[in-house]
C-alpha cells in the first residue's frame, strides 16, 4: 500500500495541535500548498484547520487563501475573518477596494480610523463602479475629512 507524504504531514501537524506545540509560519504556508495541490485537493481538511486554529492567522497565509479562491470559495471569508483577528484593517480595505467594493472598503475605513490608503486611490476605485456609488463613495470621503 501507497503512503502519501501528505497524508503523513497533516497527520504529523495534527499530533503537534494535539501536544499545543505551534508551528512556524512557513511550515503553516507549506501545508496549505501540500493540502491544496495534492491530488485530489483535500480543501475540507484545510477548512478545518483553519476554523481550529490548528493553521495559525498571519497576513501572509490570509493572502496566500485569497490566492485559492478561485478554486475554493469559501477562502475568501476565511482569509478576511483571519484579517479581521489581526487588526489588518488596512489590508482588509485593500482587499475589498481590489474587488470594487468601495462602500464596504469606506465603512472599515471609517470604524477602524485607517488612514493609510490614500483619497486618490479610493476615487479611482469608486470611478469603476456605477455612478450612485461613485456619489456615495464621495460623500464617506468627505465625512471622514470633516468627522
Same mark, same amino acid.
Given at each position: 500500500?501507497?503512503?502519501?507524504?501528505?497524508?503523513?504531514?497533516?497527520?504529523?501537524?495534527?499530533?503537534?495541535?494535539?501536544?499545543?506545540?505551534? +508551528?512556524?509560519?512557513?511550515?503553516?504556508?507549506?501545508?496549505?500548498?501540500? +493540502?491544496?495541490?495534492?491530488?485530489?485537493?483535500?480543501?475540507?481538511?484545510?477548512?478545518?484547520?483553519?476554523?481550529?486554529?490548528?493553521? $495559525?492567522?498571519?497576513?501572509?497565509?490570509?493572502?496566500?487563501?485569497?490566492?485559492?479562491?478561485?478554486?475554493?470559495?469559501?477562502?475568501?471569508?476565511?482569509?478576511?475573518?483571519?484579517?479581521?483577528?489581526?487588526?489588518?484593517?488596512?489590508?482588509?480595505?485593500?482587499? +475589498?477596494?481590489?474587488?470594487?467594493?468601495?462602500?464596504?472598503? +469606506?465603512?472599515?475605513?471609517?470604524?477602524?480610523?485607517?488612514?493609510?490608503?490614500?483619497?486618490?486611490?479610493?476615487? $479611482?476605485?469608486?470611478?469603476?463602479?456605477?455612478?450612485? $456609488?461613485?456619489?456615495?463613495?464621495?460623500?464617506?470621503?468627505?465625512?471622514?475629512?470633516?468627522?
Amino acid at each position: 500500500r501507497r503512503v502519501h507524504g501528505s497524508s503523513v504531514f497533516v497527520e504529523y501537524v495534527r499530533s503537534l495541535a494535539t501536544f499545543e506545540i505551534q +508551528l512556524q509560519e512557513f511550515i503553516h504556508r507549506f501545508l496549505i500548498d501540500l +493540502l491544496i495541490y495534492s491530488s485530489p485537493p483535500k480543501y475540507h481538511i484545510l477548512h478545518q484547520f483553519l476554523q481550529f486554529y490548528v493553521i $495559525e492567522d498571519h497576513v501572509t497565509t490570509a493572502f496566500q487563501l485569497l490566492k485559492i479562491e478561485e478554486f475554493y470559495p469559501p477562502c475568501f471569508q476565511l482569509a478576511m475573518d483571519m484579517l479581521s483577528r489581526l487588526k489588518a484593517y488596512a489590508e482588509i480595505v485593500e482587499v +475589498l477596494l481590489s474587488r470594487g467594493k468601495v462602500i464596504q472598503a +469606506l465603512q472599515i475605513m471609517i470604524q477602524h480610523s485607517v488612514k493609510t490608503i490614500s483619497k486618490q486611490h479610493i476615487i $479611482e476605485r469608486a470611478s469603476n463602479g456605477d455612478e450612485k $456609488e461613485y456619489h456615495a463613495a464621495l460623500e464617506m470621503l468627505k465625512v471622514m475629512e470633516n468627522p
